[in-house]
């Protein structure tokens, strides 16, 4: 699965070719503005200077995703969470990171503490697919708002740890997640739809039968 192929080394970074069956894109809209001051939240608000284009999670980020066909990248912390703030830092300041942010996918800011129900939903979904949970909470979502792929903190390109003779497995920085996520949404937009889908259906089935976590 696409979850899969991330967490792989870093070293293979070319992409496999993959099913067709793109959806067909839009005329580009106007560049993305930074909608931060928007929002009630001291969190998001803090977020009103970044290089990252952020935006609010409402019909208008959902429909410009469809309208562009972009992965919508949602991420869900709050204003005393540490790691939160160390990922603005080493990450959302980051040049390189927040170009590729800004030009390929529609970022998405959102506050637990103010969304505690799409905090659940997809801590839920993080936790089924990697064991492990927190925040921040990153996720990359389809138009339809179903994960592809998500994680907790990642280390900025500026920080990435070295691979070590236990480890010979490169641990993945943001940048490196973004430009393999990006790749692989373009060559394998089909796959990435069917199996969020199916994952979604799956956690639902979870749901159901009441072996998922209710925060």
Same mark, same amino acid.
């Given at each position: 699965?696409?979850a899969s192929e ?13 099913a067709?069956g =793109?959806t067909?894109?839009? %005329?580009?809209?106007?560049? @993305?503005?930074?909608r931060a *001051?928007?929002?009630?939240s !001291?969190y998001i608000?803090?977020h009103?200077?970044s ?17 562009e066909?972009?992965l ?7 204003k005393?969470c540490h790691f ?7 990450s959302?300041s ?22 505690p129900d799409l905090?659940t ?5 993080v =936790?089924?697919v990697?064991? %492990?949970g927190g925040?921040? @909470?990153?996720l990359?979502? *389809?138009?339809?708002l179903e !994960?592809?792929?998500g994680?907790?903190y990642?280390?900025g ?5 070295r691979a070590?003779?236990?480890n010979?497995?490169e641990?993945l920085d943001?940048l490196t997640i973004?430009?393999?996520?990006r790749d692989i949404?373009s060559?394998?937009?089909a796959?990435c739809?069917?199996?969020a889908?199916?994952?979604v259906?799956?956690l ?12």
């Open positions: 699965m696409v991330l967490t792989a080394s870093a070293k293979a970074m070319r992409s496999t070719p993959g067709g =793109q067909e894109v839009s %005329a580009p809209l106007s560049a @993305l503005q930074n *001051t928007e929002s009630r !001291p608000k803090d009103a200077s290089l990252v284009a952020w935006q609010l999670l409402n019909d208008d980020a959902v429909e410009r995703a469809r309208k066909n972009k919508i990248f949602l991420h869900i912390g709050y005393a939160c703030h160390l990922m603005s830092l080493e959302f980051n040049p390189d990171c927040a170009s590729v942010l800004n030009e390929r996918f529609v970022p998405v800011i959102v506050d637990r503490e103010e969304r905090d939903i997809y801590m839920n979904y =936790q089924a990697s064991n %492990a925040w921040p @909470l990153n990359f979502l *389809t138009p339809n !994960p592809v792929f994680g907790t990642w280390p390109p500026a920080g990435r740890p070590t003779d236990d010979a497995d641990v943001f973004l430009k393999k996520v949404w060559d394998q937009e796959r739809r069917k199996e889908t199916e994952v259906g799956q639902r089935e979870f749901a159901a039968e009441g072996t998922l976590g209710t925060r």
